[in-house]
């Protein structure tokens, strides 16, 4: 059981540049989250979704766009890359909304230079 | 919105001691998630708390939620390098996914 797949692990980009953080869960989750963790201040909501086809906004989601095709996979898109992207991104997964853990993925180190 | 303030920030403890880390919510908590990162990976999920006054312990890691559910508390008692990492407690605010502290730094040193 894999639990959450984050790729890459590592990403190096130009400023203005796009990208795409990928994001699969093979558990049968609803919902799904894209969280940012930057030194010192804890983790951020980005986007996150209830169900596929349905998403919304957490608290810092300017320069970012998600989607929610099917259950399992949820990737962030970052368009026209700037520094202060630079961070680690997270995704978790979890059955419901409430009152459940959250299962985290490894990862993924973004710098924008 | 609901807050979470974390302390220490950070900590070094000598191996074998106790320690204890905090976590203060500004409104009341209807669930608290404590989780362990170790250095350049995910999140690791220890526990969680609902009820005023519970307490879950696993292994040396004990955490408690204060009876009038605003402040948890996270024991470990006789400290190992296995311990080190970043504990950070996260919030359920009833209708959106878990805010979480900014994180607690510890270090075991020998």
């Known amino acids: 059981n894999a639990g959450v797949t984050q790729t890459p692990k590592f990403r190096i980009l130009k400023i203005g540049q796009s990208m795409t953080l990928q994001c699969a869960q093979d558990?049968?989750?609803?919902?799904m989250y894209w969280y940012r963790q930057d030194p010192g201040m804890g983790l951020k909501l980005i986007y996150y979704?209830?169900?596929?086809?349905?998403?919304d906004k957490g608290e810092v989601p300017n320069g970012y766009n998600v989607s929610r095709s099917t259950t399992e996979d949820f990737p962030l898109r970052l368009e026209l890359a700037a520094p202060s992207q630079t961070s680690v991104y997270f995704c978790?997964?979890?059955?419901?909304?409430?009152?459940?853990?959250?299962?985290f993925g490894q990862g993924t180190r973004l710098t924008v230079v | 919105s609901q807050e979470l303030e974390q302390s220490p920030q950070s900590l070094i403890v000598q191996e074998g001691k106790n320690l204890t880390i905090n976590c203060t919510s500004s409104?009341?908590?209807?669930?608290l998630y404590w989780y362990k990162q170790k250095y350049g990976e995910g999140l690791i999920f220890l526990m969680m708390l609902q009820k005023g006054g519970e307490e879950k312990s696993h292994e040396k890691i004990t955490a408690k939620l204060d009876e009038k559910k605003q402040q948890s508390s996270l024991h470990i008692t006789a400290s190992q390098p296995s311990h080190a990492g970043i504990y950070l407690c996260?919030?359920?605010?009833?209708?959106?996914?878990?805010?979480f502290g900014k994180g607690t730094r510890l270090s075991v040193i020998a």
């Open positions: 558990m049968n989750h609803n919902y």
């Open positions: 979704s209830v169900g596929a086809g349905i998403t």
């Open positions: 409104k009341t908590l209807y669930g």
């Open positions: 978790a997964s979890s059955s419901q909304g409430a009152n459940t853990e959250a299962f």
């Open positions: 996260g919030a359920d605010p009833g209708n959106t996914p878990l805010v």
